[in-house]
C-alpha cells in the first residue's frame, strides 16, 4: 500500500493490526472484528491517525 512516497506495511493478526512506515515506525489498532482492512487503513489516514507514519 502507498501513500504518496511513504510506503506502510500492514501486519494483520488474529487480534490486533499493526501498521509500519520504512523507518520501522508502528502503530497497533485492535482488530475488533475488523475484516476489511483496506478500507481500515485508508479511514486512519483520512481521520489524521496515521500522519506521523506518512513521513
Keep these: ?4 512516497d511513504s510506503k506502510l506495511s500492514v501486519y494483520i493478526f488474529e487480534d490486533s493490526i499493526v501498521i509500519k512506515n520504512h523507518k520501522d515506525i508502528a502503530k497497533q489498532f485492535p ?24 513521513c
Design 1 to 4: 500500500m502507498t501513500f504518496d
Design 31 to 54: 482488530r475488533c472484528g475488523i475484516t476489511k482492512i483496506e478500507s481500515f487503513v485508508l479511514d486512519m489516514v483520512k481521520r489524521g491517525k496515521l500522519d506521523d507514519l506518512l
